[in-house]
């Protein structure tokens, strides 16, 4: 299977400034990314499901500005996006 590793090197150096080796460091990325690509999935579904129902759809933050609108409820109140 594959493995998403991000990783960062970094030089060690001696007393006098001379190199003498690197500090090299891997992490595994593959279940951030895999759960980030399964939450853009379910969002395009949802989006899908909302735009493909008959009904109007809107969802406000909690501070009541807008997030999204299907385009049911622009046709029926004239909005753009």
Do not use: K
């Not at 595994?28 to 690509?37: K, L, S, Y």
């Amino acid at each position: 299977s594959e493995v998403l590793a991000v990783g960062s090197a970094r030089p060690v150096r001696g007393p006098d400034g001379a190199p003498l080796g690197a500090v090299l460091t891997l992490r595994d990325e593959t279940a951030r990314a895999a759960a980030e690509a399964a939450l853009r999935a379910s969002e395009a579904r949802y989006r899908a499901h909302v735009e493909a129902a008959p009904q109007l759809a809107w969802v406000n933050r909690a501070d009541g500005s807008a997030e999204f609108y299907n385009e049911r409820w622009r046709a029926y109140t004239g909005q753009d996006e």
